[in-house]
């Protein structure tokens, strides 16, 4: 098994990854200085001051057996000790000390008072836990015994949790100075990512580069490359609107010409020639505004959906209408630009099929238009074709309905990339035909 399920852990976030950067490396340090370092030498502490009270409990077994109890009491007493008569706990058949799980210090002190004192029976930490009291039994070859009791101060360093309190204190301290510190780092990025976002949909939002070196390197190239799309946006929209505005005076005098002269089949076969020049002129018109410079407003899409098949019933398309609501009525929109989308998504569903249907879908996070048709559809191998420019699916689509210069599909898909959406095309279950849904994000 791999480490690929590593990415579904991480955070996605950039802030979460910078976050997650900062902290491990602190926490683990402060876990290695605590296990390594401070364990050990608290644990050396213990011990040195363990064999200093194993000397003076030595001493006190020494006057034990030379003059009993009392006499041991008299040297114990300065010392700080004192003394019960031996006692056998039940706990002592089980085992022969007892300390909590976590006190680690503790057992470098049973060991070593076991290790110096060979009278020594059992030590309990256990008991008086709370008073910090130790506890230590001590049996003579005789078969005297005797009960020791100290404080656990004597053996163990001074609060030694001070250190891991100013350690946590101090990694806390520097990790918000970092956090602070990249977090004004991280801004310039996200002006970036929200410049970039909103240029993807066609807004020009204002934008100065700055941050790190790296940073102001990436926001000058994005200011040159939007530069350039912009330039080229306008190049292009000077030119189709050029173009279509110089063919429509000869077009003009060409039917003025027609009109005069006598109805002929010659003449009718020409005026149709001139009127689907027109419709052709009126696309790339259409495609010249696409790429207009709108700025969009909040806008009810059901009304601009309604204005559209309203648009089509008119000219006597045999449209339905449904609307599903999920979220606020309002949305973001260039409001002609989408009229003129669904517009082109209704004539290519009534030009191929008898009958449509528009749907509008109001999420909390997306809009959805939906335009179905009972026409041939189109062959899910053409269907990414079908957006291009100037594309005709002469063999999918019925061209005896209507004529056209293929650029239908793409002047919907220009409009929904400049609100940062999607054309996607796919098969109607409902009506058999083209299913189009135009899909712009909120």
């Keep these: 098994m791999g480490f690929g399920w590593i990415k579904y852990v991480l955070p996605r976030g950039l802030y979460g990854r910078a976050a997650l950067i900062l902290i491990?490396?602190?926490?683990?340090?402060?876990?290695?200085?605590?296990?390594v370092f401070l364990q050990r030498h608290f644990e050396g502490v213990t011990e040195?001051?363990?064999?200093?009270i194993a000397l003076d409990l030595a001493l006190v077994a020494a006057r034990f057996e030379d003059g009993g109890l009392d006499t041991a009491r008299e040297v114990a007493a300065p010392l700080a000790i004192t003394l019960q008569p031996g006692t056998s706990p039940d706990w002592t058949a089980q085992r022969d000390s007892r300390r909590l799980f976590y006190d680690l210090s503790g057992r470098v002190l049973i060991d070593t008072l076991r290790g110096e004192v060979p009278q020594v029976t059992w030590v309990d930490l256990y008991r008086d836990q709370n008073d910090r009291f130790v506890h230590v039994n001590m049996r003579f070859a005789s078969g005297q015994s005797f009960d020791a009791t100290f404080s656990r101060r004597r053996v163990s360093a001074s609060n030694p949790h001070q250190l891991l309190v100013l350690m946590v204190f101090s990694g806390l301290l520097m990790t918000a100075v970092a956090y602070i510190f990249l977090r004004?780092?991280?801004?310039?990025?996200?002006?970036l990512a929200r410049a970039a976002e909103a240029f993807g949909k066609g807004q020009n939002i204002l934008y100065n580069p700055a941050g790190a070196t790296e940073v102001r390197s990436a926001g000058r190239a994005f200011?040159?490359?939007r530069s350039r799309l912009e330039r080229a946006i306008e190049e292009r929209t000077l030119m189709l609107s050029g173009v279509s505005h110089d063919l429509r005076t000869p077009l003009t005098r060409m039917r003025l010409a027609l009109s005069m002269q006598d109805e002929t089949e010659e003449t009718e076969a020409l005026s149709r020639d001139v009127?689907?020049?027109q419709s052709l002129v009126d696309a790339f018109l259409d495609f010249a505004r696409g790429a207009a410079r709108e700025e969009p407003s909040l806008t009810d899409p059901i009304a601009v959906a309604r204005a559209a098949v309203s648009d089509a019933r008119r000219g006597g398309g045999n449209v339905a209408f449904e609307e599903t609501i999920d979220g606020d009525d309002l949305v973001p929109l260039r409001q002609a630009a989408v009229r003129r989308a669904l517009g082109n998504l209704l004539s290519n569903a009534l030009r191929y099929g008898?009958?449509?249907?528009?749907s509008v879908h109001v999420m909390a996070r997306s809009l959805r238009f939906t335009v179905e048709d009972d026409g041939p559809g189109i062959p899910e191998s053409d269907r990414d074709r079908a957006i291009e420019p100037f594309t005709r699916l002469d063999v999918s689509r019925n061209q005896d309905r209507g004529s056209g210069v293929g650029l239908g599909l793409a002047i919907v898909s220009d409009i929904a990339r400049r609100h940062g959406g999607t054309l996607r095309l796919s098969q109607s279950d409902e009506c058999g035909g083209l299913r189009a849904d135009f899909i712009v994000p909120r």
């Design 275 to 277: 009127e689907e020049m």
């Design 223 to 225: 200011l040159d490359m």
């Design 24 to 35: 491990v490396p602190v926490v683990g340090l402060q876990l290695v200085v605590s296990v």
């Design 354 to 358: 008898t009958s449509a249907k528009v």
């Design 48 to 52: 040195q001051m363990t064999r200093s």
């Design 184 to 191: 004004n780092q991280l801004r310039p990025i996200r002006r």
